[in-house]
Each structure stands twice: as C-alpha cells, then as structure tokens.
C-alpha cells in the first residue's frame, strides 16, 4: 500500500513569493491533515479535511495560507505571500477513522526554507 | 505553560539498554495517548497508542499511562542503533473535533 505522499521535498524560496505544497493521501484514506512542524517541536495542526470539507482550520492563518482538497481526494497547501517564519517542514496526514487522527499516517514532508 | 511538556534531550544511552521517555500534560480531558517515531527528514510514524489509563506493550516497547499524575511514558527494551529518532508524544480527546496535541519530541542516540 502506498503511503502518503508530498512534493516537493524541499523549496527555498523567497520572501513575500508564493509556495504551495501537494498531497496524495492513502487511498480510501477520508480525512486529511495539514501539520506544520517548527524545528524542534512537534507537529501542530494547520487544517482537517473530512472529504471535501474543511472541518478544522481554527489554526490557519487565513491572511495568507489557503487549501483546497478538490473532489475530497488530493490536497493543495499554499502561501501567497511567504515570510521567514514560516520556514518549518509542512506535514500532510492521512487516516480513515472518521475524524479521529488517532492512527493517522504521515507523509515525509516538505520542508520550505524562505529566504 | 505548554499543554503537553516533553523533555527534548538529547538522550544516549549504549545499546541493549532500557530507555525511559516520558511526557508531562496539563488537560484532563486527553483520553487518547499515542507515541510516534520520527527519523530524520521523514515524518512521525505512529508506534503505539492507548485510551485512558494503564499499560500496552508490542514487542520491545511498552506504553504507559498514568492519568492521576497526568505522566505518560515509553519504555524500550534492549534498544538498537536502529532506534535513534526523535520520539513524540502526543495526546487528544475524545470530544471537540479530536484535535492532537504534540510534545516537541525527545532526539534519541543508542550508541553501538
């Protein structure tokens, strides 16, 4: 079974430019996560998708983060435009529990470095 | 004060030893209790997780929780090389759209 999967890898970019992140996750997998990890800290969540609908995004900063999971399946994470802090590694999740993230898989990640 | 307090290390230790990694948290309300694994640049991969109180072992590793203290623990038994990452505890309810919480992770070196 394939995993989740994330492109790119890493981006550098810089500052006050666009980014955005892509996310496939495992198949027959409902619920979607969008995590953002600051180095040396744990995972904190961005947004949850429940198919199509975006259920939590209490912690996305809306001025300049967007997402979108068309047809319930893929999902796109963007930020128009980047600062230097959002430099971290962004994590999409995956898991078919019906909300609950207790067994979410992740993917590797991509890390943005804004410069 | 953090929801969730983990002591980031790093911690080495020689190999075959017994590992002790240990969380700390304020909300009452976490009934679901996980620990994840996470390598270097790769994402956390989830080891074991337990409801409410009480112990749950697989294999070398074994989950603790003590809801009383509010503590929770891992221990890994004869711990391996192939054991360095960084652990991460994280926690959620069972209510109020099961948002996780995660611990900043504990970096692990077992030294061959």
């Known amino acids: 079974e394939a995993g989740v999967v994330q492109s790119p890898r890493y981006k550098i970019i810089e500052k006050k430019q666009p980014v955005a992140f892509w996310c496939n996750p495992i198949?027959?997998?409902?619920?979607l996560y969008w995590y953002r990890q600051n180095l040396g800290q744990g995972p904190e969540l961005l947004i949850r998708?429940?198919?199509?609908?975006?259920?939590?995004d209490s912690q996305l900063p809306k001025d300049r983060f967007s997402a979108e999971r068309l047809k319930g399946v893929d999902s796109t994470l963007k930020i128009q435009p980047a600062e230097l802090g959002d430099s971290a590694v962004y994590l999409c999740?995956?898991?078919?529990?019906?909300?609950?993230?207790?067994?979410?898989?992740f993917g590797q990640g991509t890390r943005l470095t804004v410069v | 004060q953090k929801e969730v307090e983990q002591d980031p290390g790093p911690l080495s230790v020689p190999e075959g030893a017994i590992v002790s990694l240990n969380c700390t948290y304020s909300?009452?309300?976490?009934?679901?209790f996980m620990w994840y694994r996470q390598y270097s640049r790769k994402g956390p991969e989830l080891l074991m997780y337990?409801?409410?109180?009480g112990n749950k072992e697989d294999g070398r590793f074994t989950a603790q929780v003590d809801k009383s203290s509010k503590y929770i623990s891992l221990f890994i038994r004869d711990s391996q090389p192939s054991d360095s990452a960084t652990y991460l505890c994280?926690?959620?309810?069972?209510?109020?759209?099961?948002?996780?919480?995660f611990g900043a992770g504990t970096r692990l070196f077992v030294k061959a």
């Open positions: 999740a995956s898991s078919n529990k019906g909300g609950s993230d207790t067994e979410a898989f």
């Open positions: 198949s027959g997998h409902n619920t």
């Open positions: 998708y429940e198919n199509e609908e975006a259920v939590d």
């Open positions: 909300n009452s309300a976490f009934q679901y």
């Open positions: 337990t409801y409410s109180s």
């Open positions: 994280a926690m959620r309810g069972n209510t109020g759209g099961f948002k996780t919480i």
